[in-house]
Each structure stands twice: as structure tokens, then as C-alpha cells.
């Protein structure tokens, strides 16, 4: 018992220094706060003073001066009121609380411990998907893997349709019956010819994928949200180009026979398969590996100047022939593979376009504290001819 009331001595000689040196520092704020009051006066006074020779001089009425300075009197007192109240409230608040706590302080024990209540600890978790501390640092940018060069957008036309299906009219090969001849005897009967279509319907389907993502994550990581919104979108068109041009390879029917040796020939041959078929290829996509291999082109492997085969433009672009080069990741047309055509000839048809939507209603995301991040579009690709596209390989 003795240390008890040992202890509470001490506490209780600790918390009457404290209220000294407390209203010691609140007394010495009132005096800093009285003396700007003070020079606060003095400017507004001088204020007053200033406003009446202005006034004297710009020829104004007494009752304009007498409101000017009103309004400057009213904000003195609004100052002088706030400085009184403010250090009243300061003194009478300290007070109260060390009031309010001194039965609690004084029911202190040794071996227990002080109680000090603080904002509640939040969970961090980057679920399982970030390696490290969860701090935002001053760099809010993300070494991020590369970004697809080339996509199926950037060769094919995009048509927005109303519905799921869209139906388009692809003519037959051969064309149909009958052919245009001469009318030798007056009176004969002219030629008649006819010609056959067939109905191709391209349904479009919601290429999609979500990310679920805690909510502390997104806190902690406010830059999160649009990083895996720039992930999804980059993912969305790798998967898009990789469907598509795994279509159009799959179905190019042109000629792409090449006898030639050298990468460079052969693309002149197929260039001139596709226009012995009356088509005008509009552009050509290869691999890196392809790629460099045309540009290591020497003018001794081949007929042509190199010069007058291979251009490039300002920004790096390579055209052939005068027809830009497209390099594409191998997993979209293949290693050492070339896909040549008119891809004008080639659509893709979206029902929706490409959006992106953040969700806290999804599932059980309330309970759980998650936020669902959606990537989609409803799309499909109609190729309406076959022909005009050539898939060949550089063995």
C-alpha cells in the first residue's frame, strides 16, 4: 500500500506541474496573441486614417467614407472577439481535461498499462501479388513490362453495329456462269451471265477479363487502380490481336508459293501473287526475327538496289516496296512467319467497344472489402475475302 500511495503522489505532483507548465505556455500564447492583436489594430487604424484622405481626395461622400470605414470597424471587432474567445476556450479546455482524467491518473498501478487510444490498424495486403512494403514512394510509376508494337487495330478497319451479328454478302469463286462475248449476227441473241454470293454472318462475342483487388491495396497504392486499368486494356489487345490474326492467318488463301531464297525476294513474289489475283496489298506483318533479316538485306542478295526496296520514314517505320512493315510479336502470326495482304478486306465488328468498369457491389466484395476491375469488349472479325491475304514462311 505504501507504493501505491507512493505512486500516486508522484502522478498527482506530476499532473499539478504539468497544469503549471500547461497554463504557463497557454498564458504566454494569450500574450503573443494580444500583441498581434495589437499591431492588427494599429494597421487597421492607419487603414481608417488612409481611407479618409483617399476619400478627401477622390471627392467622395461622407456616407461612402462612414460605410467604408464601418465595414473596416466590423472586421476589427470580429478580430478582437476572436482573439478573446479563442484563448478563453484554450485555458478552459486544458483545464477541464486534466480534470476530467486526474481520478483516472490517479487510479494508475504499477504493472498496468496506460490506455492511449489511437486510429484503428488496418490490414495491408497486397494480395499476395506485390513483393515488398506497401509504400507509396515519390515515383508513382511502375516499371512495367514492354508494350505490344503492333496490334490488329492498327491494320483493320473497326465498324460499330448495333446487334451481335452482322451479316455480309462474300462472292463465290468462280463467280458464277456465262461470260460477255460479241453479238457477230444482227439479231442474235446477247450473252447472259449470272453471278452467286453467299451469306456470312460474323457474331461478336465479349472478349473479357476482371481483376479482383483489396480495397487497402488501392489506399495504400492510390496509383494502383489506373496501373491495372493500363494492364487490362494492354492484355485486352494482346488477346484481341492474338485471336485475330490467328483467324486471318488461318483462313488466307492466297498464293504463297515462292521459289526464292532470300527473306526480300520472297516478299516481292508474294507481293506479286496478290496482284496477279487483282488484289493491292496495303501492308505487310512480320516477326522481329523476319524483320531483321530484311534489314541486313545486302544489295548483292538481290536484283534490287537496296535503296529502291527498303525505305524508312522519320519515326522509324519501314516500308517495302513502298508498303509499311509491321512487326509483330511471334505469338500473333508465328516465328519466321509473313502475312501479307489488303486489309481492307478485313473488318472487325464491335457491338460494344472497349470499356473498362470498377465494381464494390460484385459478389461478396462488400463483405470482404474488394473492388472488381472489368476489361471488355464484344467484338468479332469478318473476313470478307479470303484471297486477298497471303500467310507464307521464311525457311
Known amino acids: 500500500m505504501s507504493e501505491i500511495k507512493e505512486a500516486v503522489g508522484e502522478i498527482k505532483s506530476a499532473v499539478a506541474q504539468s497544469k503549471t507548465d500547461t497554463l504557463e505556455a497557454v498564458d504566454k500564447r494569450l500574450s503573443e496573441i494580444k500583441e498581434a492583436a495589437a499591431k492588427e489594430n494599429a494597421r487597421l487604424e492607419e487603414e481608417v486614417k488612409q481611407l479618409n484622405e483617399d476619400g478627401v481626395k477622390a471627392n467622395k461622400t461622407l456616407a461612402e ?17 476572436m482573439v478573446t474567445e479563442e484563448a478563453k476556450d484554450t485555458r478552459q479546455i486544458i483545464a477541464e481535461g486534466f480534470e476530467a482524467c486526474f481520478d483516472e491518473i490517479k487510479s494508475f498501478k504499477y504493472g498496468n498499462a496506460v490506455k492511449v487510444e489511437h486510429k484503428a490498424v488496418g490490414t495491408m495486403t497486397g494480395l499476395n501479388n506485390l513483393t515488398g512494403n506497401v509504400v507509396q514512394t515519390a515515383l508513382n510509376v511502375f516499371p512495367t513490362r514492354g508494350r505490344r508494337r503492333s496490334r490488329i487495330r492498327d491494320l483493320v478497319q473497326v465498324i460499330p453495329t448495333a446487334t451481335g451479328a452482322w451479316k455480309y454478302y462474300r462472292q463465290n469463286t ?15 441473241l446477247k450473252n447472259q451471265m449470272d453471278y452467286d454470293y453467299t451469306e456470312v454472318t460474323a457474331t461478336a462475342d465479349f472478349l473479357a477479363a476482371f481483376v479482383v483487388i483489396a480495397r487497402q491495396m488501392l489506399q495504400d497504392l492510390p496509383f494502383m487502380q489506373t496501373q491495372v486499368t493500363s ?18 492467318t488461318a483462313a488466307a488463301t492466297g498464293n504463297n508459293t515462292a521459289g526464292q531464297t532470300v527473306y526480300a525476294e520472297k516478299i516481292i513474289q508474294w507481293i506479286a501473287n496478290l496482284l496477279e489475283a487483282d488484289r493491292e496489298p496495303t501492308g505487310i506483318v512480320t516477326s522481329a526475327a523476319n524483320w531483321a533479316t530484311l534489314m541486313n538485306t545486302k544489295p548483292s542478295d538481290y536484283s534490287l538496289p537496296g535503296g529502291n526496296a527498303v525505305t524508312i520514314s522519320a519515326d522509324g517505320t519501314v516500308y517495302f516496296m513502298g508498303m509499311p512493315v509491321y512487326v509483330a510479336n511471334s505469338a500473333y502470326i508465328g516465328t519466321n512467319r509473313t502475312l501479307i495482304g489488303d486489309f481492307n478486306y478485313a473488318k472487325i465488328i464491335q457491338a460494344e467497344g472497349l470499356t473498362t468498369n470498377i465494381y464494390e457491389q460484385d459478389s461478396d466484395n462488400v463483405r470482404r472489402n474488394l473492388v472488381t476491375i472489368k476489361t471488355e469488349a464484344r467484338v468479332a472479325l469478318a473476313i470478307l475475302r479470303t484471297d486477298a491475304f497471303i500467310y507464307g514462311v521464311n525457311s
Open 231 to 248: 494492364d487490362l486494356v494492354e492484355d485486352y489487345n494482346r488477346a484481341e490481336s492474338t485471336v485475330f490474326f490467328n483467324q486471318l
Open 65 to 81: 467614407i462612414a460605410e467604408e470605414i464601418k465595414e473596416l470597424k466590423a472586421g476589427k471587432g470580429r478580430f478582437g472577439a
Open 174 to 188: 468462280p463467280i458464277g456462269e456465262g461470260s460477255f462475248g460479241f453479238q457477230t449476227t444482227h439479231g442474235a
